[in-house]
């Protein structure tokens, strides 16, 4: 007998949809939020499509925290399945206030009436929805509009939230107004959700884990950072490639106004408002910003050099090459990459077990963001 596993989203979906051919296979932990990041056409929204048991794949197996959704006897149809669903575009009854489109959908009993359950003032809470109860969805910009969306999904007490591609039909300044209501739902509640987005920069500031989807098949899943540091994936080896690293915040020097992140291995300094000590932040370090170096270096205007050494290393085209770092003396802490041209490697006659010095010039700190626990 197979055995199922509580704590876990498990999907196998496999199938023909017209000319396409799915075959995706992962596992993630049902805590925290997962991203399904791939190219348009790649199968993002038909994996979701499958969760929410919209599409029915024979032969495939979905299993969520404990409970079978399908196997080879069990097909959940949508309605039973306790999720909740984000589209692109809200779609809010017009008729209907926006506290009435929160209720609609939401079990009979009292909400916050069972363990577990999101009660109705920490939906208002959370995404902000106060003053816009009493409106009709006609008087709501595009972000409200998908805030309220966001809080009908969570009323109806989700086992699962499943989004896709959430904040794609919203420009640039709605979409920054939006990300900081969703880290914080990620922040507070216990929820697992599915987020399908092809953004990586939605990814780098929402995702624990990640499931990488190309041409109908899971090409990658894990920790978010594993997977950015792989130079199997194409992650690693893209121009933009970087790796989410979170840390925890220690010293504040007010004078300069540096702030000491502590994180596996190593403790950055970054420019920073006052932020108190304790607190868990993640921080962006691009390739293109670590430079490597023999030698501690001495009298650099550089803030940060840290003790690293040489995972592995793959060429990049003609005169590149990706160089994947353990902080650490050891050489078993937190995942960075650096980017340096192939001149520098063999002149530096860098290799792979090498402990190094990493000179980083660039961290971005995500602007505010508690990081749930990691599961147990
Ligand atoms: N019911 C269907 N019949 C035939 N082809 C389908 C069906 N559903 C999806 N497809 C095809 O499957 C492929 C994957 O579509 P899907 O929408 O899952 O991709 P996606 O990764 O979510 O893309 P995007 O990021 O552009 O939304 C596409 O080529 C699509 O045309």
């Not at 098949?217 to 594993?226: F, Q």
């Not at 041209?341 to 602007?367: H, I, M, N, Y």
Request: aromatic share 4%.
């Amino acid at each position: 007998m197979r055995a199922i596993s509580p704590r876990s989203i498990r999907g196998e979906f496999r199938g023909r949809l017209g000319g396409f051919a799915l075959d995706a296979s992962f596992s993630v932990p049902a805590i925290g939020i997962t991203g399904l990041f791939g190219p348009s056409g790649c199968g993002k929204s038909t994996v979701l499509r499958c969760l929410a048991g919209l599409q029915h794949l024979p032969g495939s197996l979905c299993e969520v925290d404990g409970d079978v959704w399908q196997d080879d006897t069990t097909f959940l149809k949508p309605h039973q399945r306790p999720i909740g669903y984000v589209f692109q575009e809200a779609s809010l009854f017009q008729h209907l206030t926006v506290r009435d489109n929160l209720m609609y959908g939401a079990p009979k009993r009292k909400a916050g009436s069972l363990p577990g359950d999101i009660a109705f003032d920490e939906v208002i809470e959370l995404l902000g929805l106060a003053r816009l109860l009493p409106r009709a969805p006609r008087n709501l910009s595009g972000g409200e509009r998908q805030r309220v969306a966001i809080g009908r999904a969570l009323l109806s007490q989700p086992k699962l939230l499943l989004m896709d591609e959430p904040l794609s039909a919203l420009d640039r300044l709605t979409k920054d107004e939006i990300l900081p209501f969703l880290e914080r739902l990620h922040a507070r509640l216990l929820l697992p959700v599915i987020y399908v987005s092809h953004d990586m920069a939605e990814i780098e500031r929402l995702a624990d884990h990640l499931v990488l989807m190309q041409a109908g098949r899971v090409i990658g899943v894990g920790p978010l950072s594993e997977l950015q540091s792989n130079p199997a994936l194409p992650l690693a080896t893209s121009r933009d490639a970087a790796v989410n690293v979170d840390a925890t915040s220690d010293s504040y020097d007010a004078a300069y106004g540096l702030l000491t992140l502590r994180l596996d291995g190593g403790k950055l300094l970054v420019p920073s408002a006052p932020v108190p000590a304790g607190e868990r932040r993640r921080i962006r370090i691009a390739a293109g910003d670590v430079s490597l170096s023999r030698e501690a270096p001495r009298e650099t205007s550089i803030l940060n050099a840290l003790a690293v050494r040489i995972v592995s290393t793959s060429a990049i085209g003609p005169n590149e090459v990706l160089v994947v770092l353990a902080l650490g003396p050891a050489g078993n802490g937190a995942r960075l990459l650096a980017r340096v041209t192939r001149r520098s490697w063999d002149q530096l006659a860098l290799a792979e077990g090498l402990d190094v010095f990493a000179q980083v010039k660039g961290v971005a700190l995500a602007p505010e963001r508690a990081i749930s626990e990691p599961p147990k």
